[in-house]
Each structure stands twice: as structure tokens, then as C-alpha cells.
């Protein structure tokens, strides 16, 4: 049985990367009646900062020949690892038990929200391997970072996450599904690009309804 993750970092309850994600969930959950499912909400529920607890786990970690996601209790020794632990393990329990793990996150300053970084620092450690699993990635931004486009260097967001999820997970096939020029809902200087938004949104909720099927 296939087991999905889905998680939502956008600071708004109402938001495009939350409608994309949700999009790719409920197609997900049709195409697989009786696969798992497991939502977490990180900006409503918070997940802490990483706090020096966690950085000794971390030594502790470096110091073995190998990772053993599935042993990693065993190194906790002081009442404050215990604690670090506590936050860590249900939230790493969602990742070893998903086969596929959604993330809808808006772009925030070029980048990631806040949100989002906490939750991957708490599950990440050295020399860990999540390759047997799929990563997909539901985006809204600001402006458009299509190839080509003039701000398209700019993208801190695309670029960190398939970075991180290659170098930290050997996940080298992350989707991402973006949907570009959210801003032009609001920003009078893009109203002129309304359209252009209104495309990119209906080709990414056509997108992501395609892949999650598959």
C-alpha cells in the first residue's frame, strides 16, 4: 500500500500552493483508494528550530560508519537529546512511512518560507538516503522564473530544494509544479500580466492532477 505526505508551508490559509497541492492530493487519493495519508500543516503547527540538542544528535550521527534512520533513538544520552528526539521522531516517522512526498510551498523572498527550512533541518541528518521515495514540489511565486525570464536567476526556491533533496536525500528526480505571477492578482504594475497567471495556474493544476495519477 502507497503511503502520501502531504505537507503546506504557506503562511495564508488561502493560498495557490495550498490549491495546487490539494489538487495533487485529492488526485493522488483517488488513483489510490487504499494508500495511506498523512497531512501535516507547518505553519499552522509550527515545527521548532533545530536547537544545540539536535546539533550533538547530529555529531552523534557523523560519528557512526553509517545511517540507520531506523536506529537513530539508540544515540540519544541526556535528558535534552531525549527532548530534540521527541520533536524529530514523528516527524521523520512520516517520511519512512510515505512513498511519495507532496510539498506545497509559496516562494518568499526568492526562497523557502521559514516554515519549510525548520521541518527539513529537523528530519535531515548526515548521510541519509530517502532515493526509494518521490518528491513533488507545488509552487506559487510572485513573478515569473520561467527560463528566460528576466528574474529567472533569481530562483532560490526551485534550485535549493532540488539541491538539497539530491545532495542531503539522493533524490534526484524531484517534480516541481509552479504556478508563476501570483503577484499580478494584487500588484497593479502586473495587472497587465492577469492572464499570462491565469494560464500558468490552470497549466499547473492540469499538471499536477496528470502526475499524481500517474
Known sequence: MSTLLHLDASARRRSISRELSAEFAEAWRIANPDGGYIYRDLAAEPVPFIDEA???????????PTTDLDRLATLVRTPEQSAAWAIVQPLLADVLAADVILIGTPMYNYSIPAALKAWLDQITF????????????????????????????FDYQERYLRDFFAGHFAVTDTVFVNAELANARQDPALAHLRGKHDESLSAAMESARKLAGR
Open 54 to 64: 539536535w546539533t550533538e544528535l547530529c555529531d552523534a550521527v557523523l560519528a557512526q
Open 126 to 153: 548526515p548521510r541519509m538516503s530517502l532515493g526509494d521515495r518521490r518528491f513533488v514540489v507545488a509552487t506559487a511565486r510572485g513573478g515569473s522564473y520561467t527560463p528566460g525570464a528576466p528574474k529567472a536567476a
